[in-house]
């Protein structure tokens, strides 16, 4: 069959899509937490970057034993014959999946000189301790995560939010229009 082929050729084209960031995600220390650097969420402005944090949800497998007949009882109360139970298990999800995105710096935007200012900034806060080498390496982002850790965002991509908290980024301007 066709279908079959071209189905899997799909998956694994979505799949590209998404693709975790080196030294980030599953293997890296996190339990369960998925993160890249996306496409866009739905409705983003053109020409913006965004990170995305997949949290997979939380399933609980629950056995239960479930009465199927009761126990026969003597006219005195005591037990004839005792009571047939069945075990039921099943799946219930405890936490639901959560896509957290945020929009970040772009890649061509991440030069060595604007990641040795992020490592200086970090450093300055005493969140990271590595050498000044304009390098995205692992002290960094670990650095990163814990400095958006504080804003309630659990990711080592660096977001706009945080680059313009740092003072890396500049905040845009809000022009208001006064009374005539």
């Known amino acids: 069959m066709i279908t079959r082929p071209l189905s899997l050729l799909a998956i694994l084209a979505l799949a590209a899509c998404d693709a975790p960031l080196p030294g ?8 369960g937490l998925i993160q ?13 970057c ?25 006219p005195d109360g005591s037990i004839a014959a005792p009571g047939i139970y069945r075990t039921e298990t099943r799946q219930q999800i405890e936490t639901e999946r959560q ?4 929009e970040t710096p772009c890649p061509a935007d991440l030069t ?11 450093k300055a806060r005493t ?26 965002l659990n990711s080592s991509i660096l977001s706009l939010a945080g680059a313009r908290k740092l003072g890396l980024v500049a905040v845009e301007r809000v022009e208001t229009q006064s009374e005539e």
């Open 127 to 152: 969140l990271y301790r590595g050498g000044i080498t304009g390098e995205m390496d692992a002290r960094t982002h670990a650095a990163v995560r814990k400095y958006q850790q504080a804003d309630g």
């Open 50 to 74: 965004w990170g995305k944090v997949v949290t997979p949800a939380v399933i609980e497998t629950v056995t239960e034993q479930v009465l199927v007949q009761p126990p026969e009882l003597q």
């Open 112 to 122: 060595p000189d604007f990641v040795a200012s992020l490592q200086r900034a970090l």
């Open 36 to 48: 890249t650097l996306a496409e866009a969420p739905p409705g983003a402005a053109p020409g913006t």
């Open 99 to 102: 896509v957290t995105w945020f």
């Open 24 to 31: 980030i995600g599953p293997g890296s220390g996190e339990s």
